[in-house]
């Protein structure tokens, strides 16, 4: 489970030996067999020299691996990825993970979800994750009276002293840590982020989230665009050996804090990314950047990837973040 103090623990790394021991003893060799995979990188001119953050779509549920490996071969350093907190519930994935680089995220609903389940021994059903979700983010307040079929158990979680208070304050230090490691990654370590905007797998390209945006403007980080193009046919399901094919990616000019697309929306490194006031304060500017850059990643993408009206990610539910 991934808790504050398993946070803390998290120590990256200049040469991730995970990265290494995929690359070298699993990918290199996959990559060459008979179903042979042809992985290119275009646009390498547009990398300014120093680490940045890869804004990438996220197509399935390998498509960094080969953009890892062809970055580190090609000699342009290794990344440190953002993925899913629930990756973490199993201590040996959690270890590989940290050998890997990665930096796990605890989404709010990760937070509420896991919480929960400390506390009742079970995780809550959508309906009552819906009701938490809405009073951390504001849309409902804890003075409100509980629908009527409030279950037992979520009238006792939120009766047990300061729910608000303590999920804020337990939310807040986690984030922190967040920013401790994307920190590191990038002036400490000196290896790139890569991050996937969208939050969830989609063969087309679906709206991004902010906190990209939220991180690259607190850090002052550029932040290069990259279309993933055919790596969902060389991972069509949950087999991490690959099936064979071509994938292309395909890096934009990079966009700089300070640059023509993005001054006008500068938000101060004073902001405390991930926090309510930050969001309150600068919500426009945050979500006008990420709108840019998926503009960016859309401009990369063959046609079979780009957005598409009506296609959007799947509803949130429970089991997204635990299972």
């Given at each position: 489970m991934l808790t504050l103090e398993r946070l803390k623990r998290i120590k990256l790394?200049?040469?991730p030996l995970g990265q290494m021991f995929?690359?070298?003893l699993i990918l290199r060799f996959d990559y060459r067999l008979p179903r042979r995979t042809k992985i290119e990188l275009a646009?390498?001119?547009n990398l300014p020299g120093h680490p940045v953050i890869f804004a990438m779509n996220h197509t399935d549920r390998y498509n960094y691996w080969p953009f890892q490996y062809r970055l580190y071969r090609a000699g342009h350093g290794f990344t440190a990825a953002w993925v899913k907190g629930k990756y973490y519930e199993n201590p040996v994935i959690g270890a590989f993970m940290d050998s890997c680089n990665n930096i796990p995220l605890p989404s709010r609903g990760y937070v509420i979800a896991t919480e929960f389940r400390a506390a009742l021994g079970r995780v809550p059903t959508n309906a009552e994750y819906?009701?938490?979700r809405d009073i951390v983010d504001r849309q409902r307040s804890l003075d409100d009276p509980l629908p009527a079929d409030t279950s037992a158990d979520l009238r006792t979680f939120l009766g047990a002293g300061d729910?608000?208070?303590r999920f804020d304050r337990l939310f807040g230090a986690m984030m922190d840590e967040v920013m401790r490691l994307c920190r590191s990654a990038l002036?400490?370590?000196?290896?790139?982020?890569?991050v996937f905007p969208q939050g969830t797998r989609s063969k087309r390209l679906t709206r991004g989230h902010t906190g990209m945006?939220?991180?690259?403007?607190?850090?002052?980080a550029t932040i290069v665009p990259v279309g993933c193009n055919g790596s969902d046919r060389v991972y069509p399901g949950n087999s991490p050996l690959a099936h064979g094919g071509h994938i292309i990616y395909r890096m934009g000019p990079p966009l700089t804090p300070d640059g023509p697309e993005l001054a006008p929306h500068r938000v101060p490194a004073s902001a405390r990314p991930f926090s309510l006031e930050a969001t309150a304060a600068h919500g426009l500017a945050y979500q006008a950047i990420t709108d840019i850059v998926m503009d960016r990643i859309n401009d990369l993408l063959d046609p079979e990837y780009q957005r598409q009206e009506g296609v959007e990610a799947e509803a949130t539910s429970v089991s997204r973040f635990i299972e």
């Open positions: 790394a200049t040469t995929v690359a070298n646009g390498t001119e819906r009701l938490l729910f608000l208070g002036e400490d370590k000196g290896v790139h982020l890569l945006a939220q991180v690259a403007q607190h850090l002052g």
